[in-house]
């Protein structure tokens, strides 16, 4: 797994914030809701990184879902940012959930190559061309 330079990454901690959405009986409202999106923001922001970087070293299939995945987190985050309504809690836990099991799974791992391409393809289906 790749090192995180800035924060160590808790899978435990990760693991129970999306398992509270998606296992849920019934959400919380209310200002409980909004701590709980902010801090399933900060998992899908702490997770894109490393799995970006992880996706260089993917092979076959594996590395098509990683760029699937980023571009959905990518876009995601920013309606987030942007306030809108439409970014739930349930998106934010299912993306954690995606982005952790990428991590925690890449699948066959070899040499890094194409970051570049990777971010390319990122900021292509993100324009949507």
Not at 13 to 40: C, F, N
Not at 48 to 59: I, N, S, T
Not at 87 to 110: I, K, N
Request: glycine share 6%; charged share 25%; aromatic share 4%.
């Amino acid at each position: 797994m790749p090192e995180n330079t800035l924060l160590p990454l808790d899978a435990d901690t990760i693991r129970t914030a999306y398992d509270s959405v998606l296992w849920a009986p019934r959400l919380p409202t209310g200002e409980e809701l909004d701590t709980l999106k902010q801090q399933l923001q900060g998992h899908v922001q702490l997770l894109f990184p490393e799995v970006q970087d992880l996706a260089r070293r993917m092979l076959g299939e594996m590395r098509r879902l990683a760029i699937h995945v980023l571009v959905r987190a990518s876009q995601l985050l920013e309606q987030y940012t942007d306030g809108s309504p439409a970014c739930d809690a349930f998106d934010l836990a299912t993306m954690a959930r995606a982005l952790l099991t990428l991590y925690q799974h890449p699948g066959p791992l070899g040499r890094p190559t194409g970051a570049d391409e990777i971010a390319e393809e990122i900021r292509r289906r993100l324009c949507g061309t």
